[in-house]
């Protein structure tokens, strides 16, 4: 399952709503999770299963979607929101990450 | 704490082999499955290989298939990855990451090290 995340990269203000997307090639239920990547740091599992955000992520992130098409959005965009996000399945093996969307300020 | 430490990385000559460990800390470690990531110069992400919390069955990536073993020791609390026939595009940093929930599912993965570099060159 191949999963394609657009926009590649995206700059936005501070306060800005963001909306990120991840399209998989065939169905991946709701087992889809994303994950917030600085450099220099390890990936932080940010929602899981779609739209469960994990403990102590900030609630201006939130996940919908279904089936093959997913949105990640940020409500008010933060300095610290500065990252790339990347949407994984594990709806079977091999499990693939997207190629990332670097959000800039 | 709940912690995951890679290490081994290092610079290696194509065809050469090498061993990544990672030391688990804080948790129950065989209670859960392990999997590891790599991430080559300016790429995304890259799962390569997985194991159950048993050690019963272990997956991976064609890209590595038949090169990389993936090995855990539960009375050490320690997950191995013994590289060979090491190549150029194997250079990535690699992380160790921790299946949230336990048991055998390779689903979310909720603890990262920090990752160790290998650098494939001549």
């Known amino acids: 399952i191949q999963l394609t995340q657009s926009p590649s990269s995206l700059s936005a203000s501070v306060g800005d709503r963001v909306n990120l997307t991840c399209q998989a090639s065939?169905?991946?239920?709701?087992?889809l999770n994303w994950y917030q990547h600085k450099p220099g740091k390890p990936p932080m599992l940010l929602i899981s299963d779609v739209t469960q955000l994990e403990a102590g992520a900030p609630a201006r992130f939130s996940g919908s979607g279904s089936v093959t098409f997913f949105t990640l959005t940020i409500s008010s965009l933060q300095p610290e929101d500065v990252a790339t996000y990347y949407c994984q399945h594990y709806e079977n093996l091999p499990l693939t990450f997207g190629g990332g969307t670097r959000v800039e300020i | 704490e709940v912690q995951l430490l890679e290490s081994g990385g290092g610079f290696v000559q194509p065809g050469g082999s090498l061993r990544l460990s990672c030391t688990a800390s804080g948790f129950t470690f065989r209670n859960y499955a392990m999997i590891w990531v790599r991430q080559a110069p300016g790429q995304g992400l890259e799962w390569i290989s997985g194991?159950?919390?048993?050690?019963?069955?272990?997956f991976y990536a064609d890209s590595v298939r038949g090169r990389f073993t993936i090995s855990r020791d539960n009375s050490k609390d320690t997950l191995d990855l013994q590289m060979e026939s090491l190549r150029a595009e194997d250079t990535a940093i690699y992380y160790c990451?921790?299946?949230?929930?336990?048991?055998?599912?390779?689903?979310?993965?909720?603890?990262w090290g920090r990752g160790t570099l290998v650098t494939v060159s001549s």
């Open positions: 065939q169905g991946v239920r709701d087992n």
């Open positions: 194991i159950r919390a048993s050690g019963g069955e272990t």
């Open positions: 990451a921790r299946d949230q929930y336990g048991g055998d599912g390779l689903a979310r993965f909720d603890v």
